[in-house]
Antibody, heavy 120, light 109 residues
Framework: QLQLQEAGPGSVKPSETLSLTCSVS??????????WAWIRQPPGKGLEWVGS???????FYNPSLKSRVTVSIETSKHQFSLKLTSVTAADTAVYFC????????????WGRGTLVTVAS | QSALTQPASVSGSPGQSISISCTGT?????????VSWYQQHPGEAPTFLIY???KRPAGVPERFSGFKSGNTASLTISGLQTDDEAVYFC?????????FGGGTKVTVL
């Protein structure tokens, strides 16, 4: 059974960089049919796709965040990561990592999520 | 890109059927059949219910069904059960991007 687990600081100061890692276990991170995604959910609000990475290194980003987001993958460590620069309070959210079936466009496995608060 | 539009809440009694709409545009819902649905119980990660508008992954009950017409997709829950009380999100492919709905809180009366 595939499992994903997010890790990273629970708080970040305004204007700094948010960094999170997702560890993948139970199956290979190198399957060519899948991308690996970050999705966030501000408190009490809906979901927002942040970006996705393929094991080849190919990426897609939410246009509204593209200038601040980098998603990368380290297949040898079975991990992928998120960096979001110049954060503000609007970036406070629960951040989920998920597996994305890019051919049929759905997210079938999700991590439990980690809350990141942007505050001074 | 704007979030897809869902009703904030829908309610029904056990055994009844309810439907949740998800309205987008010609650039997302109306442009492809890559609409998916997710269920989220409080404090938990979303779980995957429907893909490609109407297909159910293994393990999802037949009570959950999907449909699309034009720019609006919908999720129907038949034979409503107490455990169906949750928030439901739709998601659509939007040309190299993905956009979610704002979520619909389903209450079982």
């Amino acid at each position: 059974q595939l499992q994903l687990q997010e890790a990273g600081p629970g708080s970040v100061k305004p204007s700094e960089t948010l960094s999170l890692t997702c560890s993948v276990s139970g199956d290979s991170i190198s399957h060519t049919s899948f991308y690996w995604a970050w999705i966030r959910q501000p408190p009490g609000k809906g979901l927002e796709w942040v970006g996705s990475v393929h094991n080849s290194g190919g990426t897609f980003y939410n246009p509204s965040l593209k200038s601040r987001v980098t998603v990368s993958i380290e297949t040898s460590k079975h991990q992928f990561s998120l960096k979001l620069t110049s954060v503000t309070a609007a970036d406070t959210a629960v951040y989920f990592c998920a597996r994305e079936n890019w051919l049929q466009v759905f997210f079938d496995y999700w991590g439990r999520g980690t809350l990141v608060t942007v505050a001074s | 890109q704007s979030a897809l539009t869902q009703p904030a809440s829908v309610s029904g009694s056990p055994g009844q059927s309810i439907s949740i709409s998800c309205t987008g545009t010609n650039s997302d819902v109306g442009a492809s059949n890559y609409v998916s649905w997710y269920q989220q119980h409080p404090g938990e990660a979303p779980t995957f219910l429907i893909y490609e508008v109407a297909k159910r992954p293994a393990g999802v009950p037949e009570r959950f069904s999907g449909f699309k017409s034009g720019n609006t997709a919908s999720l129907t829950i038949s034979g409503l059960q107490t455990d169906d009380e949750a928030v439901y999100f739709c998601c659509s492919y939007a040309g190299r991007s993905k956009v979610f709905g704002g979520g619909t809180k389903v209450t079982v009366l």
